[in-house]
């Protein structure tokens, strides 16, 4: 089955500063690979989802960007940060034929 | 749109007492329905499915009953652990690439 890297684990950033979140997926190809935000007391909001490499789709206006520059590689950017990017962001694969989303352990962002 | 509903946490139980958390969905079309557990400082695994009405999705004690008449998914176990300690998302998939939408989640505390 599908297994999900996500690194790093835990990242602490000061507003204004760039981020990189970095997901890897094995036992698949082609996958679709998933970003969402867990915010403290929330719920899972879909961030961006990529369906092939080069491929992405925005679900919400926001200060972050993905892009997908391998098949089995996600990665969450953004230039500047806020203090409202804070969460634990998950990335996630899918069982095409079975709908089911595999997770990644996911990475903890505190911005400060 | 497609919308989840969960009741608000957190329940807390008694070891050995009886669960309910609800979910009721919102859906255009015939969806899939899923339960996830997320336990302390780790990412989401898929607890349960299921993929039309009627069928009851079962794994370690819990169970939920896909109900189309009710928009209903509710998760149940007949006899809580304190391992069971975790957040509980529902979630619905209704394809095209597998996008799910999940409630808020629900927070259980076990305690002995």
């Known amino acids: 089955s599908q297994t999900i890297h996500q690194w790093p684990a835990t990242l602490v950033q000061p507003v204004g500063s760039p981020l990189s979140l970095e997901c890897t997926v094995e036992g698949t190809s082609n996958p679709n690979l998933y970003w969402y935000r867990q915010a403290a007391g929330r719920g899972l909001q879909l961030l961006f989802y990529?369906?092939?490499?080069?491929?992405i789709s925005s679900e919400v206006p926001q200060n972050l960007s993905a892009s997908r520059p391998q098949d089995r590689q996600f990665i969450l950017s953004s230039k500047k940060l806020l203090l409202s990017d804070s969460g634990f962001y998950l990335c996630?694969?899918?069982?095409?034929?079975?709908?089911?989303?595999?997770f990644g352990e996911g990475s903890r962002l505190t911005v400060l | 749109g497609d919308s989840v509903t969960q009741m608000e946490g957190p329940v807390t139980l008694s070891e050995e007492a009886f669960l309910t958390i609800n979910c009721t969905y919102t859906a255009t079309g015939y969806p899939s329905l899923f339960w996830y557990v997320q336990y302390p400082g780790e990412g989401l695994q898929l607890l349960l499915k299921a993929t039309k009405a009627d069928d009851k999705g079962s794994n370690k004690g819990f169970e939920a009953t896909y109900r189309k008449e009710t928009t209903s998914f509710h998760l149940e176990k007949g006899s809580v652990q304190v391992s069971d300690s975790a957040v509980y998302f529902c979630?619905?998939?209704?394809?095209?690439?597998?996008?799910?939408?999940f409630g808020t989640g629900t927070q259980l505390k076990v305690e002995l």
């Open positions: 979630a619905l998939g209704t394809g095209g690439g597998n996008k799910l939408t």
């Open positions: 990529s369906v092939g490499i080069g491929q």
């Open positions: 996630a694969c899918d069982d095409r034929d079975t709908g089911e989303l595999f």
